[in-house]
């Protein structure tokens, strides 16, 4: 009989990651071992939802401690890979982590991409991308559109106390995702890899104008929130004003000019194929986050 799965998640306490655990537990066969990993798995296994903390196993992972990695990988045979915002330099932190992978015998990688990252060679999750296809590990690429939590986390601020979101985004459209969604779909292809590597476009239904998006965070919050349409070097100067480290501020002006020019706005069906059901919504994702806008 084949040994029970054992799945590693890094970012398990983060958006995608921490979905991806409910989901697992919600949804693993009995002998199926989840993994938490972390810089500091006490104060991480400490940060993870009460009905998740007693049926998840904490090990230490750190992706600029590669003594960490190899030990963290033994007997995994699924990996949920999330490149932690605050490293840029793939290729010296996250490509060993790949080979690491293929040494100890991972069947399987979930990697975290975004969407077009496949023709944005100026975002970093391009590179790791290229890793995994060269690596001939079998990998499954999740590409989200612009995640909904974006809005409650990144831009909450802006919103909550200056009634604003002031992007370089333009007036094109842009797609969005729950990333609920998407930790549920990263944990029904770990639990189920997929018989060939692939890449996964992951979106809502529709894509909005900033403006549009503006106007339903007014309706759901019941103030005038408005879009401003800033342009690059604005946006980056008002950034680093409020302490935007400077790899995050290069990403987001990375995805915010591809929205700009109308790349972000494609529409795919995948994910409700994938989850089986309708993905969430944009206003109900307001809806439920509206206390987090509130001054």
């Not at 983060?14 to 991806?20: F, I, K, P, Q």
């Not at 239904?205 to 408005?226: C, D």
């Amino acid at each position: 009989m084949p040994s029970p799965a054992r799945l590693l998640l890094t970012g398990a306490t983060g958006n995608v990651g921490a979905a991806a655990l409910r989901a697992l537990l919600r949804l693993r066969s009995p002998g199926t071992v989840v993994v938490a990993a972390g810089r500091t798995p006490n104060h991480g296994r400490q940060q993870l939802a009460p009905e998740a903390a007693d049926y998840v196993e904490s090990v230490l992972f750190d992706f600029t401690k590669p003594e960490t990695v190899a030990p963290a990988l033994h007997g995994v045979t699924g990996l949920l890979l999330v490149r932690p915002p605050a490293i840029s330099d793939v290729a010296r932190y996250l490509q060993p982590v790949v080979h690491a992978a293929v040494a100890a015998g991972v069947g399987h990688i979930v990697f975290l991409s975004l969407q077009g990252a496949q023709y944005n060679p100026f975002v970093p999750h391009h590179k790791v991308e290229s890793y995994l296809k060269e690596s001939g590990i079998r990998y499954s690429l999740l590409r989200p559109s612009f995640f909904m939590q974006n809005l409650s986390t990144t831009h909450r601020d802006d919103i909550r106390l200056h009634d604003q979101l002031l992007l370089p985004a333009g007036h094109a459209r842009t797609s969005f995702v729950d990333a609920h969604d998407v930790g549920e779909v990263a944990a029904k292809l770990l639990l189920n890899p997929p018989a060939a590597s692939a890449g996964y476009e992951l979106t809502g239904r529709h894509a909005y104008t900033y403006a549009e998006v503006a106007a339903q965070l007014s309706a759901v919050l019941g103030r005038p929130i408005r879009y401003r349409a800033a342009g690059i070097r604005e946006f980056r100067t008002y950034e680093r004003a409020k302490g935007t480290p400077a790899p995050l501020l290069n990403v987001m002006t990375g995805i915010y000019l591809a929205a700009r020019l109308g790349l972000a706005a494609h529409v795919s069906p995948v994910l409700a194929e994938l989850l089986g059901r309708e993905p969430g919504t944009l206003r109900s994702f307001l809806e439920r986050e509206r206390t987090c806008w509130l001054p």
